[in-house]
């Protein structure tokens, strides 16, 4: 009898520690590569909902300044309410960390540059001239979107992590 009561000890033991220590070897980046990556894949759900009335009106369709206004603010708004929803997410580990704020840079660039083609409609044209910043930001923006999606793509390659649609 006693040896059965010491055999169901060690298995009440072994069922109790058995997921906590499982859970002590998990790969915390990686749980939050999954989190994140699929948090991505939600944002650009609704930024593809979002962006599907917005993209249907081209620039150059426009025919007064008014609707190019009207164009540029909508692509602007369009990006402020994904670079809200970016920052809304709070990245736990320095991995995802870094590469959460290289997606936020990101945004901002952008909506810096909607902001400056806003300013130069609202410039006559004879007044414009080369602007160095808007070249700077489209670089920067270039530059970003790469090192983004290299980095993204890399840790997901190394913690073997795939979408889940």
């Not at 930024?47 to 603010?73: F, G, H, N, Y």
């Not at 920052?87 to 840079?105: D, L, N, S, V």
Request: one cysteine or more; aromatic letters at 6%; glycine letters at 4%.
């Amino acid at each position: 009898m006693n040896w059965k009561k010491e055999l169901a000890i060690v298995g009440l033991c072994v069922a109790v520690l058995v997921p906590v220590l499982s859970g002590c070897f998990s790969d915390p980046v990686k749980s939050e590569l999954e989190e994140y990556v699929t948090f991505e894949f939600e944002q650009g759900k609704k930024a593809q909902a979002l962006s599907s009335e917005v993209e249907d009106r081209s620039i150059t369709s426009a025919q007064t300044k008014e609707e190019l206004m009207q164009i540029l603010q909508q692509r602007k708004e369009h990006l402020l309410k994904k670079l809200d929803g970016q920052r809304k997410y709070e990245a736990k580990t320095p991995q995802i960390k870094e590469i959460h704020a290289k997606g936020i840079t990101l945004l901002e660039n952008k909506v810096q540059v909607y902001e400056k083609f806003i300013e130069m409609v609202n410039t006559p044209q004879e007044r414009w001239e080369r602007d160095e910043m808007l070249q700077q930001r489209q670089l920067e923006i270039d530059r970003l979107n790469k090192e983004y999606q290299r980095e993204l793509r890399s840790l997901m390659t190394d913690k073997n992590v795939r979408v889940k649609i």
